[in-house]
């Protein structure tokens, strides 16, 4: 999916862009993305999980992200401001630039998985 500065909720299913303005992770100007409620590097071998991403996200986490091509970063997931919820998500950086009206975007492929409530 190509995000930008609006953003995406990735707790709908599909993901869609964000209609509540706390969106789950947003392309910036400045090359970075944005992950409101934490991001954190996916950096071993093993296929990410939620049970690993929620476990990195507790030890590490930013909001905002340069990603380079092909990194992989668990996102945390919201299905509100007010429902945090333990939902997680693992995106993988396809592409980033400027689309045709100059609005920034980031390409990614996001594997979300069930709350966990």
């Known amino acids: 999916m190509q995000v930008d500065p609006v953003g995406y909720s990735l707790a709908t299913v599909p ?3 964000d209609q509540s303005g706390n ?3 947003s392309a ?3 090359g970075t993305f944005v ?3 934490g991001a954190a590097k996916w950096t071993t071998t093993a296929a990410p999980s ?3 991403c929620a476990s ?3 030890t590490r986490q930013v909001t905002r992200v340069t990603a380079d091509l092909g990194d992989v970063y668990c996102v945390r997931v919201a299905h509100g ?3 945090i919820g333990n939902q997680y998500a693992a995106v993988r950086f396809l592409e980033r630039g400027l689309d045709p009206t100059d609005l920034p975007y ?3 492929h996001a594997t979300v998985w069930p709350d966990e409530d």
């Open 106 to 108: 980031v390409r990614i």
């Open 23 to 25: 969106p789950d992770i």
């Open 56 to 58: 990195l996200l507790m």
């Open 35 to 37: 992950a409101g409620l």
């Open 50 to 52: 939620p049970e690993g």
């Open 81 to 83: 401001p007010f429902n």
């Open 28 to 30: 910036s100007f400045d």
């Open 15 to 17: 993901p869609s862009p």
